[in-house]
């Protein structure tokens, strides 16, 4: 049990707070990248995008102390009111905040890096337009699919505006008749 406390004491040291999405986003890339797999701690935290490798690898010997600890019987499990909802098979939502939010709370956007959209472009080529699940987990690991496919989105509208914009000019591409005469 000393070791335990050690190893939390550095935990909080550390500074390094896991909300619920992270220790979401963690368990199920514990489950994607299996032990053994090369890199596992970097891929997980690229997963993440808010944690080191470092991070990662001991928040990972952190769950396994309170596994071993819950097994020696030394923790206690919580009692719930409901009991279905412990056992339930279908995947948890994240329980909603207890204080009221004024105002949207929205994270700031990260401009895409160069080496992100090389990646996303080989991604495209590899997987097609439109697989960008397959883009996030396998080429461009920063990032998560939704910001692939908005980037997607962005970057076909800025093809089209090019390829408009080398278009040959006309007399007849204005549309109002008093324009082609004003004086």
Not at 33 to 47: L, S, V
Not at 49 to 63: D, F, N, P
Not at 120 to 145: A, C, H, M, Q
Request: charged fraction near 35%; include cysteine.
């Amino acid at each position: 049990m000393g070791k335990r406390a050690i190893v939390m004491v550095d935990f909080e040291v550390e500074n390094s707070r896991w909300t619920w999405e992270e220790d979401k986003q963690f368990e199920n890339s514990l489950v994607e990248f299996p032990e053994n797999f090369p890199n596992r701690w970097a891929k997980i935290a690229a997963r993440l995008g808010t944690k080191s490798a470092a991070e990662v690898e001991r928040h990972y010997a952190v769950l396994l102390d309170d596994v071993t600890a819950i097994e020696a019987g030394l923790i206690q499990s919580p009692e719930y009111a409901d009991t279905s909802l412990s056992r339930s098979t279908e995947p948890q939502k994240c329980p909603k905040p207890e204080k009221k939010q004024i105002g949207p709370q929205r994270k700031a956007g990260r401009p895409w890096t160069e080496e992100e959209h090389r990646l996303f472009l080989l991604g495209l080529e590899k997987y097609g337009k439109g697989d960008w699940k397959s883009i996030s987990r396998y080429v461009v690991l920063t990032r998560n699919p939704t910001q692939v496919a908005s980037h997607a989105q962005k970057h076909y509208e800025r093809q089209e505006k090019e390829e408009q914009n080398k278009k040959r000019r006309s007399i007849f591409d204005k549309s109002n008749v008093s324009d082609k005469f004003a004086v």
